[in-house]
């Protein structure tokens, strides 16, 4: 009898040991699902997507640099195939699609840009009236080169891109006194140029991207809108 009930109750702790396995494995499996699905931008704009030094930088405060780069690579891909641009997004040349380079592009140009930015007003630097002409000019000209639906899509606010090429305007400023004083080319200190990357590690600079947040995004797909879904987020 007691033999009987000893074994009703390894029964019962094992049917519970698999029961409790089995959920942990579903709910890993939901957190890695869930994980992988596409954040809407616009509502998520609060979320860290990058953090440069101590400084985070939100989705809101890229917003401009993923409006801009949509609008850069969609200019090609209607080139491209007027008919099916999305194509091109997926197109994979140089080891890497041209939505991930394109995501990676705006990434690096925001941090570039901020930390120009951080510079220039350490340094007092402010615009001149003739440059804040000069910036009203190309808002004016950004504002009207995007497509149509890229107006209608926007994440943020018309303000909150203004106010971002504000802060660009001031980043090159930085960008063109640091070229003269290391007495070397404009594109030097470019978001990809060498003296740049130089200058991150002379000042330690340590940049880490939220990839939980940054990789969520589908890029492409954000101010613009294709027939099918540019996803290649399993390549990243």
Request: aromatic content about 10%; proline content about 1%; some cysteine.
């Amino acid at each position: 009898m007691k033999g009987a009930k000893k074994k009703t109750s390894d029964r019962i702790i094992r049917v519970l040991v698999i029961i409790t396995l089995v959920s942990a494995m579903v709910l890993v499996a939901l957190m890695g699902y869930q994980s992988r699905q596409s954040l809407i931008y616009a509502e998520n704009l609060d979320k860290t997507a990058v953090k440069v030094g101590v400084q985070e930088l939100t989705l809101e405060d890229l917003a401009f640099y993923v409006l801009y780069e949509e609008h850069s690579v969609e200019e090609k891909a209607r080139v491209y195939d007027e008919e099916n641009p999305m194509s091109f997004w997926n197109v994979h040349t140089n080891q890497v699609f041209i939505k991930l380079k394109a995501q990676e592009t705006a990434m690096n140009m925001a941090v570039h840009d901020y930390l120009f930015y951080d510079e220039a007003l350490k340094c007092g630097m402010a615009l001149t009236e003739e440059e804040k002409e000069l910036l009203e000019s190309r808002r004016t000209d950004f504002w009207e080169d995007l497509y149509d639906e890229q107006k209608e899509n926007l994440p943020v606010s018309y303000e909150t891109i203004n106010a971002a090429m504000g802060k660009i305007a001031l980043a090159e400023k930085f960008q063109q006194k640091m070229a003269v004083e290391q007495g070397t080319t404009y594109a030097a200190y470019s978001y990809d140029g060498y003296d740049y990357e130089q200058w991150l590690k002379e000042n330690d600079i340590k940049v880490k991207v939220n990839h939980k947040v940054w990789d969520r995004i589908n890029f492409g797909n954000i101010t613009l809108v294709h027939d099918e879904q540019i996803s290649l987020g399993d390549e990243k």
